[in-house]
């Protein structure tokens, strides 16, 4: 069971990005995938996460209305579409998956127990 993200980078304030998560060694249309981020020197933050079934929780009210969350089954990959970037928004984004096909609380990081390594958003001018 492997996470992977990528399309982190470099971007100007109001820029927008999509960062990318491959789900290998086990089929995503079974599972749920929650995206968070950790910012220098705070906790990691819970995000947004999607179901099974395509339901959306958003945890973080910074991100409601900028950032949205989507799933491609047949790929295997989901995919957080970052939109009105803010210095604020830099940091280690992370997608990870709790075990079912539900999403647990964003609240939350132990009930997600697997893990990518992380890509890298940093918005500046």
């Known amino acids: 069971l492997q996470l992977v993200e990528s399309g982190g980078g470099l971007v100007q304030p109001g820029g927008s990005l999509r960062l990318s998560c491959a789900v290998s060694?086990?089929?995503?249309?079974?599972?749920?995938i929650g995206w968070f981020r950790q910012a220098p020197g705070k906790e990691r933050e819970g995000l947004i996460c999607i179901s099974k079934s395509g339901d959306r929780s958003a945890y973080a009210d910074s991100v409601k209305g900028r950032f949205t969350i989507s799933r491609d089954n047949a790929k295997n990959m989901v995919y957080l579409q970052m939109d009105s970037l803010k210095p604020e928004d830099t940091g280690i984004y992370y997608c990870?998956?709790?075990?079912?096909?539900?999403?647990?609380?964003?609240?939350?990081?132990?009930?997600?127990?697997?893990w990518g390594q992380g890509t890298q958003v940093t918005v500046s001018s």
């Open positions: 060694g086990f089929t995503l249309e079974g599972n749920a």
């Open positions: 990870a998956a709790p075990p079912g096909p539900r999403c647990a609380r964003l609240d939350l990081v132990w009930p997600y127990d697997t």
